[in-house]
């Protein structure tokens, strides 16, 4: 897509809904890349969490999305192929090959994408890669980052978090056992530190269909924007400490 003269301005704050989507808006495809295996945390896809199924909680709120014209879960097993039809998505079958831990996802989504296209019969513009690690995302932060991607034409709209205590200008490399800066630490308090920055929090890539044939998910762009979420929707379930804290999150909603 090209860039757009429109500019947003980042800050710490949640991304507001931008707009209502237009009533002629490009189709768009939800998709949540599910596999059986997982190493830090075992069966995590289909592991209670504040009492569901971790898959769940993403495809109730991508389900309840109206900006979101089709939903379907990818998953190379067979249990949550059954669990996500039973909660009202279509499975998709993915290839053992395309199911590995080294296996990228963007190879996984473009497989998904066609094979959507051809049970549909249709094209669809926008794709709405919704991570099931993440489940603490609304209908909200789903339906304005798709708006956001239409309002800007930007290549991608990425879900973010501010980083505050884990700054980049704090962290340090290991080198002969002496601490070195990875980016200059400034002195002063924490709060201070500058420029804010931001990263991915696994939530939500909301990209055109024919940048991610091309490659765009979360790179290989310029114009890629962020949808800005607090960090109370911010946890990627990656150990089980992380599956405590989203359970903590979601029973006290």
Known sequence: MTTASLEYKISARPSPLLSQLPKSKPSVLGITLARGGSKGVPRKNIREVAGKPLLAWTVEVALEC?????????????????MARQLGAQGVRRPVELSADETPSLDALIHALNWAEDFYNTTFEIVADLRNTNPLKTVQDIYGAICKLIDTEADAVIGVTQ?????????????????????????????????????????IYAVWAECLRRGILFNRSQNLRPWVMPLERSINVDTELDLKMVDLLLKER
Do not use: F
């Open 66 to 82: 109206s900006a979101i014209d089709q939903y379907v879960v990818s998953s190379e097993d067979d249990k949550i192929l059954d």
């Open 163 to 203: 980083l505050e205590d884990h700054h980049p200008r704090r962290i340090k490399m290991l080198w002969n056992d002496c601490l070195v800066d990875v980016w200059p630490e400034e002195s002063g308090n924490r709060q201070e530190l500058t420029p804010d920055c931001y990263i991915r929090n696994g939530s």
